[in-house]
C-alpha cells in the first residue's frame, strides 16, 4: 500500500519539474550555452535531466599582448650650407658707459733753467763795480795775529801738579732696626701681615730663638710644616706661635695665646658671625666668616688660643 503512494507522489513530482524547467533552459541557452552538451544546431529537445541546472563557470578573456617594440628612430645628419662662424665679441660691454678721450700729455722733459744771468738788453750796461763798492763801506782791519811762544818754555797747565785724589765716603753700617710702632702697638696683626712673606731666618731676626717647635699636621694627620714657639717681646700675649709650610718655608699661620681672654670678649671686639665645631676635651672651635680669625675655647669661656691666617 505504502509502495503505491510513494510511487504517485514521485510521479507527481516529474511533471511538475517537466513543467517548469522549459522555461529555464531556454535562458540558459540564451546566457552563453554553446558550451553545453545540447548542439546548437540539432533542433532535437534535451530531455529535462541533461539540461544545465546552474549558470556557467567558465568565461573566455581575452588579454592584451604584449606591446609591440618601436623601431629606433634615425637621426638624420644635420648639412650646412656654410661653415658656421662664431660671432665676434662687442667691443664694449653694455653696462660700461662711455668715457671722454684723455687729453694728450707732453711727455717731453722741460728745459732746465739757466744758471747765468739773463743777457742785458741792446743799449743797457751793467753797472760799475765801483759804485758797488761805494755803497758798502769798507770792513776795519784785522788786528796782526799775536807772536806764537818759543819753544822752550812749557806751558803752564802741564807743569802743574795734579789735584789731590778725593776719597770715596763709606757709609757706616746701620744697627739692626728694633721692633717697629705697628708691632709694639699689636704684635698678632703685624705679624698676620707677614703671611705668605717671613721666613724662620725673618722670625728670628725680629723674635729670637724659638723656645720649642712641633710638627704641623694636615686633615690625613700627615705632617705638612713646622710651628715654631717664641715669646712675645711686647708682653701683650704668653706666648707666640708662627707656622711655617714645609713646601716654600714661608709664613702660613700665626697663633697668639691671650693672658686672660673671655668668649664674651671675642664678640665683643670681633662680632657674632661664626660658625662653631666640637673640639675633643669639650672644647669648641669658633671661625668666623667675615674674618681670617679662628678662636678655641674651654669649657669655662677662656678662649686658648686665636688663629689668624
Known amino acids: ?3 503505491q503512494t510513494l510511487s504517485i507522489v514521485v510521479l ?5 519539474v517537466c513543467q517548469e524547467l522549459p522555461d529555464r533552459g531556454l535562458a540558459a541557452s540564451a546566457d552563453g550555452g554553446a558550451d553545453r552538451a545540447e548542439p546548437a544546431s540539432s533542433g532535437a529537445p534535451v530531455p529535462p535531466v541533461l539540461r544545465p541546472l546552474e549558470p556557467p563557470d567558465n568565461r573566455f578573456v ?4 604584449a606591446r609591440a617594440a618601436r623601431p629606433p628612430r634615425v637621426l638624420k645628419p644635420v648639412v650646412l650650407s656654410r661653415p658656421f662662424v662664431m660671432p665676434s665679441p662687442s667691443p664694449r660691454p653694455f653696462n660700461v658707459p662711455v668715457l671722454p678721450v684723455a687729453p694728450p700729455i707732453d711727455l717731453s722733459r722741460p728745459a732746465p733753467e739757466s744758471l747765468f744771468l739773463p743777457d742785458l738788453p741792446a743799449g743797457r750796461q751793467p753797472p760799475p763795480l765801483e759804485s758797488a763798492a761805494e755803497t758798502h763801506p769798507p770792513d776795519p782791519p784785522s788786528p796782526p795775529p799775536s807772536p806764537a811762544p818759543p819753544l822752550t818754555t812749557v806751558p803752564a797747565i802741564l807743569s802743574a801738579p795734579p789735584p789731590p785724589e778725593v776719597p770715596v765716603p763709606v757709609a757706616p753700617s746701620q744697627p739692626t732696626p728694633g721692633p717697629s710702632a705697628e708691632f709694639q702697638s699689636e704684635s698678632a696683626l703685624f705679624l698676620q701681615k707677614q703671611i705668605g712673606w717671613w721666613t724662620l ?6 723674635l729670637g730663638n724659638p723656645e720649642g717647635q712641633r710638627p704641623a699636621i694636615d686633615d690625613n694627620q700627615a705632617p705638612n710644616g713646622q710651628i715654631y714657639a717664641f715669646p712675645d717681646p711686647t708682653g701683650r ?3 707666640l706661635e708662627l707656622d711655617f709650610d714645609a713646601e716654600n718655608g714661608n709664613l702660613r699661620t700665626v697663633f697668639v695665646y691671650p693672658w686672660n681672654m673671655t668668649w664674651q670678649d671675642c664678640r665683643r671686639l670681633f662680632g657674632a658671625n661664626v660658625s662653631s665645631t666640637e673640639a675633643n676635651k669639650g672644647r669648641t672651635f669658633y671661625s668666623y666668616l667675615n674674618r681670617r680669625l679662628d678662636v678655641l675655647v674651654d669649657q669655662g669661656g677662656q678662649v686658648i688660643s686665636l688663629g689668624l691666617y
Do not use: E, F, H
Not at 507527481?12 to 511538475?16: D, W
Open 1 to 3: 500500500m505504502w509502495l
Open 62 to 65: 581575452t588579454l592584451p599582448g
Open 12 to 16: 507527481a513530482s516529474q511533471l511538475v
Open 201 to 206: 731666618a725673618d722670625a728670628r731676626a725680629l
Open 237 to 239: 700675649y704668653k706666648q
